[in-house]
């Protein structure tokens, strides 16, 4: 039985349309195959690169966020490429530009809107990077000190001395000065006293060396300072500095008030003998 006349023309459409695009596939399947061998040698390349990244950034910090992060960066910034360079090889070059065109319009998007958070995340690799602190050291920024407890790529978590904990943003701690307690080997104490009027000025200085002479963890390299400040109705005003080997602030908390009640428990009992 033949086929009408009226479905012949279609089956000839379908079936010339059929062999074109069969013979546009055997002409561009080299250029599949070379797309596809791109792409996984990029994809190959990426894990490498990837991995290798990790290890090297795991060497200079300990935050494995940032490691992370930096791997997967890495990781598709080579992918995207492999995926570019393929579409090259199969000469769809609009797509190219277009892909790309689309990638810088949706990066300008987000960075408009993820504005903070970005700053946030590049403050958190630059300290991950840079350590101007690390985790268990005492730092003192935006009006908090305390100790780091928490690093993250976002914020970091430092417990107050008195026990609070305050989440602070990477970007104000990384915009503004940071004092780290825990770099230095050593600090200063300082304090002022009042010397009572009937204690000698004289005595009041050797009192005042002796009483801050044993302290515990004195540093005996530096001598110890003493300056008088004022004269006043009640006394006079006298500066006490001396150094520590240690830089922790429940030490130099210890040792300062360990020094004041010395060099006052010294005035007192010299101002006691005179009166008896």
């Not at 960075?111 to 958190?124: E, H, I, K, T």
Request: hydrophobic fraction near 45%; charged fraction near 20%.
């Amino acid at each position: 039985m033949s086929i009408d006349q009226p479905l012949q023309q279609p089956l000839q459409t379908v079936t010339g349309k059929l062999m074109s695009w069969a013979q546009d596939g055997l002409l561009i399947l080299p250029n599949l195959v070379i797309a596809v061998i791109v792409l996984f040698l990029c994809w190959i390349a990426a894990r490498l690169v990837s991995s290798l990244v990790q290890r090297l950034v795991g060497r200079l910090g300990s935050n494995r966020d940032a490691v992370r992060l930096l791997g997967f960066v890495a990781y598709a910034a080579l992918l995207a490429s492999g995926v570019f360079v393929a579409l090259g090889v199969l000469h769809l070059d609009k797509t190219v530009t277009s892909l790309l065109t689309g990638v810088g319009i949706l990066g300008l998007t987000l960075g408009f809107a993820l504005q903070d958070v970005a700053s946030n995340l590049m403050a958190g690799l630059l300290i991950e990077l840079h350590h101007p602190f690390r985790v268990d050291d005492v730092i003192a920024t935006n009006d908090f000190v305390g100790r780091v407890t928490r690093i993250t790529l976002r914020d970091t978590e430092i417990a107050q001395l008195d026990g609070q904990i305050v989440i602070v943003p990477n970007k104000e701690i990384f915009n503004k000065p940071v004092v780290n307690y825990s770099s230095a080997s050593k600090r200063r104490v300082n304090f002022e006293i009042k010397v009572p009027p009937e204690v000698d000025l004289d005595d009041a200085l050797k009192l005042a060396r002796d009483g801050v002479s044993a302290i515990d963890r004195r540093d005996e390299r530096h001598e110890i300072e003493l300056f008088f400040q004022s004269i006043e109705d009640t006394g006079t005003k006298l500066l006490v500095r001396f150094w520590i080997d240690s830089a922790d602030e429940i030490e130099y908390l210890r040792a300062r008030s360990t020094a004041i009640q010395r060099v006052k428990g010294s005035f007192d009992r010299r101002y006691h003998a005179q009166h008896a």
